[in-house]
Structures are given as C-alpha cells and as structure tokens.
Nanobody
Framework: QVQLVESGGGLVQAGGSLRLSCVAS????????LGWFRQAPGKEREFVTG????????SYADSVKGRFTISRDNAKNTVLLQMNSLKSEDTAVYYC???????????????WGQGTQVTVSS
C-alpha cells in the first residue's frame, strides 16, 4: 500500500510561483508512475501532469504547458510540481497520485494523497 502526502500549497499572487511536493511511502518509489491532479470548487477533478516510472516521459494538460514542470527524486521518494506564472484559474486543491509501473497518463491511478490547497489571488 502506497501512502502519498502533499505539501507546499498556499496563497500566492497571480504571476507568482509555488512548488508542491509529494512524498511517497509504503511502496517501491522507483517503479511508480506519478501524477498531479487538481479540483477547483464546483468542478471535476482534472489531470495536470504526469511522469512515468522511469522518469523519461512526461505529459501536461494544455492549460499548464510551459508554466508547470513535474520532476521526481527517487532518492527522496518525492515528486515535485514547480508552478510558475500562476493564474487565478489555477486555484484548486492539488492531489498527487501514483500507479505502479505507470506511464505519464491522465487516468487510472491506484493511490491518492489528501491534497493541498493552492489559491492564486488576482
């Protein structure tokens, strides 16, 4: 069983940056495909970005391409989400997700964190 704990959320002004972290435990981190999702009030959860278990492939939602970067640190069992040029529409709860031997996919994750709130003020 894999446990995921996100951190790094907060309040930031539009145009600013935040870095989210997700630490995994209880599994073999290096074989986990990892993703970030978000859910804004009144909206469905949506895929933001993913990275495959090798770290060699990533994918991004069109809305965040060029602004967000996903990376992984296998030594620290951590996946990071660097968010730059934040917009008010990026306001949401951000969730980390994991799938053993997974690719950078937008669905099908087995494990989920509890989420961290990101609020972007305009």
């Amino acid at each position: 069983q894999v446990q995921l704990v996100e951190s790094g959320g907060g309040l930031v002004q539009a145009g600013g940056s935040l870095r989210l972290s997700c630490v995994a435990s209880g599994g073999t981190f290096r074989i986990l495909g990892l993703g970030w999702f978000r859910q804004a009030p009144g909206k469905e959860r949506e895929f933001v970005t993913g990275i495959d278990w090798t770290g060699g492939s990533t994918s991004y939602a069109d809305s965040v391409k060029g602004r967000f970067t996903i990376s992984r640190d296998n030594a620290k069992n951590t996946v990071l989400l660097q968010m730059n040029s934040l917009k008010s529409e990026d306001t949401a709860v951000y969730y980390c997700a994991a799938l053993p031997l997974g690719g950078p996919r937008p669905q099908g994750y087995d494990y989920w964190g509890q989420g961290t709130q990101v609020t972007v003020s305009s």
